[in-house]
């Protein structure tokens, strides 16, 4: 009951500086309650220090003196500042809302923000900012889409989702979506999508307590692979970049082990460094860089 009330009192001073007086019966519509509640809230506020008061007689209710600013009276200055931040990282991540909504609590608790991070989560890659949008839309007016999509494999196939959630993972933006083609739940690379169209049909959003992602299913995961690089001292910040440790070598060099799944990926990433790392270890991963790498070298003879 206590945070029922809370977040009714914030209301309640929140409609009384957005409107010149409302009244009792007004404010126990909007929230639900009897007007006998709307006055203990009314005295409770006016004993925590807020200019609030009543007036009776034709035109008369509630109001606030017009120059209060919410301060500390409702939220400590602590308070204050930790939603500040919070949505300072909201609209670091362009998210335009919370932008909107930064600047009139920054106003109505009398702060100046200070620009304390910015956040990129964009490479250097394409990304079409409007899929991003669009899909941010469709994803909160519970809209299908319909787009054409380039699987790992090369593929392009045409799908139509329910798009649950924009997720971002590993560098890229993906949007998770229940799949009308294939009955299930699936995650999309947004760099992958064209011809994305959201349409007018709305859908009913679903109970997801079982689902398993993509790559925990067995007809989606990859085998794992044990792989030992040798990385030359000239990568070292590559070593840093994307792997958790490396073991120093005399000459500066690291070398480092992971498990992966072995995809076209994998091999991409590897070739990626080339001629500044070298596989060690297995001899089947170490023959099909060897291949690949020589496929490449026929392209340019």
Partial sequence: MVKIQTGRLFEIIYTLMNKKTVTAKELAQQFGVSART?????????????????????????????????NKSILSEQDQNEILYALQALSAVNMSDAERVLQKLSTIFNKSTIPWMEVDFN???YLNEDTFHNLKGAILEKRTVLFDYYSTYGEKTSRRIE????????????????????????????????????????????????????????????????????????????VYDDFESGELQPDGGHIV?????????????????GEYA??????????????????????YL
Wanted: charged share 30%; glycine share 4%; net charge neutral.
């Fill in 38 to 70: 709307i006055y203990r809230d009314i005295d409770t506020l006016s004993l925590a220090g807020i200019p609030v008061y009543t007036e009776k007689g034709k035109g008369g209710g509630i109001s606030i003196l017009p120059d209060f600013v919410l």
């Fill in 123 to 125: 490479d250097w890659s």
């Fill in 163 to 238: 798009p649950i959630q924009l997720w971002f993972k590993f560098r890229a933006w993906y949007v998770k979506g229940y799949c009308l083609d294939k009955c299930d739940v699936r995650t999309f690379k947004l760099t992958r999508m064209r011809n994305l169209t959201v349409t007018d049909n709305h859908f009913e959003e679903r109970s997801f307590e079982n689902y398993v992602p993509d790559e925990t299913k067995p007809n989606h995961r990859r085998p794992d692979v044990h792989l030992v690089l040798k990385i030359a001292p000239e990568m070292t910040h590559r």
């Fill in 257 to 273: 082990s992971v498990t992966w799944s072995e995809d076209e990926w994998l091999y991409g990433f590897i070739l990626s460094f």
């Fill in 278 to 299: 070298e596989v060690l270890e297995p001899e089947h991963v170490r023959e099909t860089v060897r291949e690949k790498a020589r496929k490449v070298m026929e392209r």
